[in-house]
């Protein structure tokens, strides 16, 4: 179960969720794979290929007064439809099944449907499920920190669901996956005593194998990601506020290069004057390679930030906020560079952005120590571990 097609894969829970599904097809296995069916995905309902069967519907996602008056969050109610009801049904009737695996917490509709047709825990097959985050902490800290106040009650409630849902996915699992240590940490205090893997992201893009930084490249830095979420969005307008007028003023730029609603684009390119939106691109490695920075300026969002492994393997030093790049095995002043709080984060792009020494020391560290620990074939065998159970 999950929660769309994964491809094209332009955003961390896409690419996560795509890289898993290869990984468990290239194992041998027989999966089929139950989600809704993107807007130019190659996929057509009952595709095969090697292993892997595809029962896609369309996606209908529910109108916004469904999911205020549904009991499920919005993160699983927008995927609950009748016609990816009928599609799990189906492949329930089937039988025979070893494993079912809820791909994060939007496949949780499907839970209640999977409990009655298997109501008892030792009649029934292996439960799996993918956290992509700790949702309870990360939704309340979302919707604490939204600035409307109508808009902060409709995602605290929607928060209070979250959790609901979240504590019955762990309870009714008989695995649990984490996607960083952290993450694993807070579904242990809520549950001490379960084996909780964690499994973070493998990498399947480009590696740059040497790469110089100097005056030839522009003095920017370049954020990269999806924002079409709203956590993701907060994020960038609070960096923003701080960092645009800090660049603006010392003849330095900031580009945002990633997916965003086009209503979303023309406000903030309207407020701010030293960055440049690019909106989606087919290019993205060329674009890094014209940057001296990358940047990770998150306080909202959780989990593991994939986009830092594009930095790293394109050879991009990055500064980030504490606690924003959780899961990775690098070290502030070795190879990255972590500051306290948004203004902190833009004045230490200016304090380095001329430092070129300093700079390729950090993307040289950053390489070395990442290059062989984030391949996918063992994120497969270590979920497959998981499936198994002990």
Known sequence: ???????????????????????????????????????????????????????????????????????????????????????????????????????????????????????????????????????ESLRQQVAREHPDPLRRRILLRDAAKVARLEQAMVLAADAVTAITPEDRDRFLADHPGRDIAVITPGYGGAYVDQRRISARQPRRAVIVGSFDWIAKRLNLEQFLAAADPLFASHNAELQVIGTAREAFLKQVRRRFSATQFTGPVSGLSALMQEARIALVPERHGGGFKLKV?????????????????????????????????YRALAAGVLQVIDDYDRLNHLQERAYAICRDRFDWASRGRQLLAAIAGP
Request: glycine share 8%.
């Open 1 to 135: 179960m999950t929660q769309t097609d994964p491809e094209p894969r332009h955003n961390g829970q896409l690419i996560y969720s795509g890289g898993l599904i290869d990984a468990i097809g290239e194992s041998g296995a027989r999966v089929d794979i139950v989600g809704a069916m993107r807007p130019g995905a190659p996929h057509r309902p009952f595709d095969r290929q090697a292993g892997l069967r595809w029962f896609l519907a369309e996606q209908k996602p529910r109108p916004l007064w469904h999911t205020l008056l549904s009991p499920l969050p919005n993160v699983a109610d927008r995927n609950w439809t009748p016609e990816l009801q009928r599609l799990l049904e189906g492949r329930l009737d089937e039988n025979g099944w070893d494993v079912i695996v809820f791909d994060s917490l939007s496949a949780g509709w499907a839970l209640a449907s999977v409990l009655k047709r298997y109501p008892q825990r030792g009649r029934r097959p292996r439960l799996v499920y993918i956290a992509h985050n700790h949702e």
């Open 309 to 341: 492994l594009d930095y790293i393997f394109n050879r991009l030093p990055i500064l980030a906020l504490e606690g924003s790049v959780a899961g990775m095995p690098l070290q502030h002043e070795d190879s990255i560079l972590l500051y306290r709080d």
